[in-house]
């Protein structure tokens, strides 16, 4: 961990292509999700470009509202190498605000049956302003480990179906 970004690597028991798909499937994230936060897709659309937004409905105590969504912007989709996304909030995909930490996955291949995961949480580019009310990482690092765990369980387990 470096002051504004957190990492963990996993390897996952799936192949590279199965591990990009289920990151791919933001109906996948509440169940990859390591906080508890991550509710459903809110437009049940996967993940096909870069600069694509797709929404997640969130819960979090500490929130105003508890209940909230957020919009993200897909800012690397590299198939099956790496995915990541921009959290925003906003009515409009046209008009989002964003927070400025990202979230990024990256893959590579250890044997056709085996992927090395990366998770990257950074939260670098996050203004003054905003720091002065969300402290960061707003969760323990832990709940990346978490993370990869969930991802690892859901990709392993399409093997089986």
């Known amino acids: 961990m470096t002051e504004e970004q957190m990492q963990v690597t996993t390897t996952v028991s799936a192949p590279v292509e199965t591990v990009f798909d289920v990151l791919a499937d933001p109906s996948t994230h509440q169940a990859i999700d390591g906080t508890g936060w ?3 897709s809110l437009d049940g659309k996967r993940v096909t470009e870069t600069g694509q937004i797709f929404r997640m409905a969130m819960y979090h105590d500490n929130h105003p509202d508890k209940d909230y969504e957020m919009a993200n912007r897909v800012e690397v989709f590299d198939p099956p190498q790496a995915i990541a996304w921009q959290p925003g909030q906003g009515a409009d995909d046209a008009a989002l605000d964003f ?3 990202i979230w990024r996955y990256d ?3 250890v ?3 085996q992927t090395e995961v990366t998770l ?3 939260w670098s580019r996050v203004p003054a302003h905003l720091r002065e009310h ?3 990482p707003p969760f323990d690092p832990q709940h990346l480990n ?3 765990k ?3 369980e859901l990709a392993e387990s399409r093997l089986e179906e």
């Open 38 to 40: 991550v509710r459903e």
């Open 99 to 101: 927070g400025g930490w």
């Open 107 to 109: 893959l590579s291949p």
């Open 111 to 113: 044997t056709t049956s």
């Open 120 to 122: 990257t949480y950074d």
């Open 134 to 136: 969300i402290q960061f």
């Open 146 to 148: 978490n993370s990869l």
């Open 150 to 152: 969930h991802l690892a």
